[in-house]
């Protein structure tokens, strides 16, 4: 089956440190790619997605995320962070069965920005 | 634009106890979903509707049913609740298929004692 990793369960770092969050996938066919993030109290909102093309992709909030095809992973990337970014991330992955995709997610990374 | 909307936000349950998460989006959207999410394991499919009149078994859909009311309501239920099912459920809906964006409602916390 399908699987999403995420290397890091619980991130602490100070405001303007830099950041990347870790996410590997198992499905060796064509995938599409998300980051979720959800902020204390509020929804899971898409931060940003690939589907093909440029591997490096933009997202919301200056965040970027890198599709690495030879090392299945899908890395989400921030050069400054802001408390306001203390949030859980999720990496997900669509996995194909047939004409059916499933979104498989990631166990979440918990990341806590100090002022 | 309400978005996705869940009710209740909190329920509190007795083992062996039965009832229905409701859900609703006004998007217009074909597709639905219901997952949980539980500390250490992100969320997992329990049980999805690609479009009005059908519904297919996620991850984890035993001891849930799901009912796709009409295009917009979807719900889910518990027939006879356990303290394994004490999570937070979340609904979500996307325009077509799962490949697409997904937006999610605010959660169901639910504790089952």
């Known amino acids: 089956a399908q699987s999403v990793s995420q290397h890091n369960h619980h991130v602490i770092l100070s405001e303007a440190a830099s950041l990347e969050l870790g996410c590997n996938y198992s499905y060796g066919g064509t995938v599409n790619l998300f980051w979720y993030v959800q902020y204390p109290g509020q929804h899971l909102q898409l931060l940003l997605k690939y589907f093909s093309g440029d591997p490096l992709v933009k997202g919301i909030k200056g965040f970027e995320a890198e599709f690495i095809k030879s090392k299945f992973s899908f890395n989400l990337r921030k050069p400054s962070v802001q408390w306001s970014d203390t949030a859980e991330y999720f990496c997900?992955?669509?996995?194909?069965?047939?004409?059916?995709?499933?979104?498989?997610f990631g166990q979440g990374t918990t990341l806590q920005v100090k002022p | 634009n309400a978005g996705v909307t869940q009710t209740p936000k909190f329920q509190v349950l007795k083992t062996g106890q039965s009832m229905t998460l409701q859900c609703a989006q006004d998007m217009n959207h074909n597709s639905m979903y219901w997952y949980r999410q539980d500390p250490g394991m992100g969320l997992r499919l329990i049980y999805y509707?690609?479009?009005?009149?059908?519904?297919d078994k996620g991850e984890v859909p035993n001891g849930y049913n799901v009912s796709r009311l009409n295009k917009r309501e979807f719900s889910l239920r518990l027939e006879s609740a356990a303290p394994s099912q004490t999570s937070v459920y979340f609904c979500?809906?996307?325009?077509?298929?799962?490949?697409?964006?997904?937006?999610f409602g605010p959660g169901t916390r639910l504790l089952v004692l």
């Open positions: 997900a992955v669509v996995s194909f069965s047939g004409n059916t995709g499933k979104l498989i």
């Open positions: 509707s690609a479009s009005e009149g059908t519904t």
């Open positions: 979500a809906s996307s325009p077509g298929t799962a490949q697409e964006t997904q937006y």
